[in-house]
């Protein structure tokens, strides 16, 4: 059965860093689409960045950029998720997410294509 399982959410001063972990399982990595997502408390979900695995291309939101960077394990189907200079309003529940079989060397961020969800990590920056 496929499944996505996230790690390595925390509290973090602004300014700070931390990195997120997705480990995957029940399918083929390297053919799919891996994204990462959050959550801010009343606000709705939204896209933060995507690799393909197979290429190791990737897509990153606009507000993040610079910031974050996704990497990957390969021999672990492992996904990361560096951020640096965490501001407070990165603050929200981090999920990963994976959709498959994808062959195409390009990442979306289109939620609803998306069809294999991590329980969520939560990330809060303090001022």
């Known amino acids: 059965q496929a499944q996505v399982v996230e790690s390595g959410g925390g509290s973090v001063q602004a300014g700070g860093s931390l990195r997120l972990s997705c480990a995957a399982s029940?399918?083929?990595?390297?053919?799919?689409?891996m994204g990462w997502f959050r959550q801010a408390p009343g606000k709705e979900r939204e896209g933060v960045g995507c690799i393909y695995p197979g290429g190791g291309r990737t897509l990153y939101a606009d507000s993040v950029k610079g910031r974050f960077t996704i990497s990957q394990d390969n021999a672990k189907n492992t996904l990361y998720l560096q951020m640096n200079n965490l501001k407070p309003e990165d603050t929200a529940l981090y999920y990963c997410?994976?959709?498959?079989?994808?062959?195409?060397?390009?990442?979306?961020?289109?939620?609803?294509?998306?069809?294999?969800w991590g329980q969520g990590t939560q990330v809060t920056v303090s001022s």
């Open positions: 029940g399918y083929t990595y390297r053919f799919s689409y």
């Open positions: 997410a994976a959709v498959f079989p994808r062959y195409s060397g390009w990442c979306h961020l289109s939620q609803s294509d998306y069809n294999h």
